[in-house]
């Protein structure tokens, strides 16, 4: 049975980055650094498109539409009254201190001072305890908000947030890095629109619904409830009024909620110049991630010649010295120092190739990357299957990426994830690269105990890879690679 590579949007999608790939077990990469609530890519992100039942961009009407639409309201109802309380203890400090201030300053009264220093302490309590859990907290209910207006308002809104510092977080960083974000500032005043004017587009439809059905259907169904009082308020009359009543908040609820949503693009879509700043932010992080890379792989080239092939040579070189001293006086042991310095150039030859292998393996560079992977897969002592085949070549450095981080891949399922049998599908699809490793391992993968995974979103930075890992405890471990790339023509060896 052929197992595909999970895709990448049924998984973790995780920017390329980070560092040397020995590792841990095959493990889940969350996405970028910092604490579990502000994983998420650097760049603008459209939000999931939602379950099938999801309201697109066309407008729907109907009955169940129109219901559909009015619970959606009121729940987005619900996300603007949660985000004004948000900002009512956001400001509740700063307010306080500066009420506190201005009573210093004009006021009198032997009062004065005491009601000044409690002002003053309950400011600057709330906005020590109280503001970045608000503005954290405005964050949230704003990413909820981009997240629902694409589910359900068939409204997509990208984000982007600065990304958070490294290092300890102490109240005067987090407070920094919060009020230095511009998005936190459209979140705040998102919190203030959606309060005054996302009501507006969110209630009416629910209310009309429900008023229809209360006062002016429902006293004909139970005799407890007062009609609505008009001249020739018949039985007949208030059913039909009712029910326009009911079918017009129905019509309206759909086109509210569309409006709802465009109105929450308005607000807290970022500005066109904030993916070009996102790009040349990530173009100057992988560039000094390629450069890193390049001198630690520099680095150890020389060191494995100089422990190895070098080493070696200097050996024989000695060797033969040897020999040559002593091959009229003990023509014996010469012939023996010329047979050990035939091994250790074999041993030095052998040691050459595997050092170039590791540059640049010959079988990828005369048979392409889907081969290369397919001898990978007959070394490993793993039971490997494989799929897929790639019509032409990728760019030379894209293939020298993949092939290692699919080696790096079956390296750490060999060590660590205890599998039967592993998956690899390999193809290129939509102009991207798709490189799937999936086991059938004890899963429960971890990237806190190991660089694997790290070493191999370093390898995919500089080609805007993407790496997507699924290891829930007791397996499979499943992880895709995707480089955009394009193929050229498919190359074969001349031998």
């Given at each position: ?5 999970v ?37 603008p992100?459209?939000p ?6 999801a ?20 729940a ?7 985000g ?44 020590r ?13 704003a990413?909820?908000?981009r ?39 459209r ?21 009309d619904?429900l008023?229809?059905?209360v ?13 609505v009082g ?23 609820a ?7 949503g ?14 070009l ?7 100057t992080?992988?560039?000094?991630e ?15 010649l ?11 070189g000695?060797t033969l ?9 003990n ?5 023996a120092?010329l ?9 030095a ?6 050092l170039?292998?590791?540059?640049h393996?010959?079988?990828?560079a ?21 799929t ?15 092939y ?25 699809t ?30 995919l ?10 290891s829930?405890p ?12 394009a193929l ?7 031998c």
């Amino acid at each position: 049975m052929t197992v595909p590579a999970v895709p990448a949007s049924l998984v973790s999608a995780v920017p390329a980055s980070a560092a040397p790939a020995s590792a841990g077990p095959a493990s889940a990469v969350p996405a970028s650094a910092g604490p579990a609530h502000e994983r998420h890519p650097a760049g603008p992100v459209p939000p999931p498109a939602g379950p099938p039942g999801a309201l697109r961009p066309g407008l729907r009407f109907g009955f169940r539409a129109g219901v559909v639409a009015a619970t959606r309201g009121l729940a987005f109802a619900g996300l603007a009254v949660a985000g004004l309380g948000l900002l009512l203890v956001a400001l509740a400090g700063p307010v306080m201190a500066l009420l506190g201030t201005a009573i210093l300053l004009v006021g009198n009264g032997r009062q004065r001072l005491l009601t000044v220093i409690v002002l003053l302490l309950a400011g600057l309590a709330l906005s020590r305890f109280g503001l970045p859990a608000a503005l954290l907290g405005l964050r949230r209910l704003a990413r909820l908000t981009r997240e629902l207006a694409g589910r359900w308002c068939g409204v997509p809104i990208g984000e982007y947030y600065r990304p958070r510092p490294a290092g300890p977080m102490t109240w005067t960083r987090l407070t920094g890095w919060l009020l230095g974000d511009r998005a936190t500032w459209r979140d705040v005043a998102w919190a203030v629109v959606n309060a005054a004017v996302g009501l507006i587009l969110t209630v009416p439809a629910a209310a009309d619904i429900l008023v229809g059905l209360v006062k002016f259907i429902g006293p004909e169904l139970d005799r407890h409830i007062r009609p609505v009082g008009y001249p020739g308020n018949s039985a007949g009359s208030l059913i039909i009024l009712g029910l326009v009543i009911i079918a017009a908040g129905l019509v309206a609820a759909p086109a509210l909620l569309r409006g709802y949503g465009l109105l929450a693009r308005s607000i807290l879509a970022p500005p066109g110049h904030a993916e070009l700043e996102r790009r040349v932010q990530r173009l100057t992080e992988t560039r000094f991630e390629a450069l890193d890379t390049g001198a630690a792989e520099i680095r150890r080239i020389e060191r494995d010649l100089h422990d190895g092939a070098q080493a070696r040579l200097i050996a024989m070189g000695m060797t033969l010295d040897a020999a040559g001293q002593i091959i009229e006086t003990n023509p014996q042991a010469a012939r023996a120092l010329l047979y050990e310095a035939r091994d250790t150039s074999i041993k030095a030859l052998a040691e050459m190739r595997a050092l170039v292998r590791g540059i640049h393996p010959p079988v990828l560079a005369d048979r392409g990357l889907a081969d290369a992977i397919r001898a990978l897969a007959l070394d490993s002592p793993l039971r490997v299957s494989l799929t897929g085949d790639l019509p032409g070549r990728p760019p030379a450095p894209v293939e020298s990426a993949a092939y290692f981080a699919a080696s790096e891949l079956l390296a750490n399922v060999a060590k660590h994830a205890e599998a039967g049998q592993t998956w690899i599908d390999i193809r290129h699809t939509d102009g991207m690269l798709r490189l799937g490793v999936t086991d059938d391992g004890r899963g429960g993968a971890d990237p806190a105990r190991g660089t694997g995974l790290s070493g191999i979103e370093r390898r995919l930075a500089p080609f805007d890879g993407v790496l997507a890992v699924s290891s829930p405890p007791g397996g499979p471990t499943a992880v895709t690679m995707e480089v955009p790339c394009a193929l050229s023509s498919a190359k074969t060896s001349s031998c």
